[in-house]
């Protein structure tokens, strides 16, 4: 039996199943990369000496000096990671986590080949929420879903 034989309302309830899994599977995501990067970037700030000392001898973020990269990879890493949460100019949200990602592996003069490995990973699925949107159980979707014109 092919896909084009099978009844009417079962095709309906595939499709219909696959848009909840679908939607589950973008918001997981979501909530997974927001735990890496809201946490790292909390971690920043509750130590914040730290932070500016890493900044200074240990992270080289080229073209910024320390203490500027350390203020402005810390707010990326609070805020970006909520708006990916809520779904909310999550393109946006996303490109900016992919970018600072990519600055965080250049900014390292060593890192251990499994750390490199998550940074890819992370990469990876900030490319697929940029391809994919943040999915239905978003702000995107009820925000646009509402300025849609009615046909």
Known sequence: MTYLNLPVPFIGQLTQARS???SLTLLSVRFYLFSVFF???FNKLKDWDSTLFLFEYEYVVPFLRHDIAAYLGTAAEIVLPVLLLIGLLTPVAAIGLFIFNIVAVISLAEMPPAAFLL????GGLLFSVVIWGSGKVSADNFVFKA???VQ
Do not use: T
């Open 20 to 22: 909840v899994l679908e």
């Open 147 to 149: 300025n849609k014109p």
């Open 119 to 122: 940074h890819v990973i992370w």
């Open 39 to 41: 946490f790292a970037g």
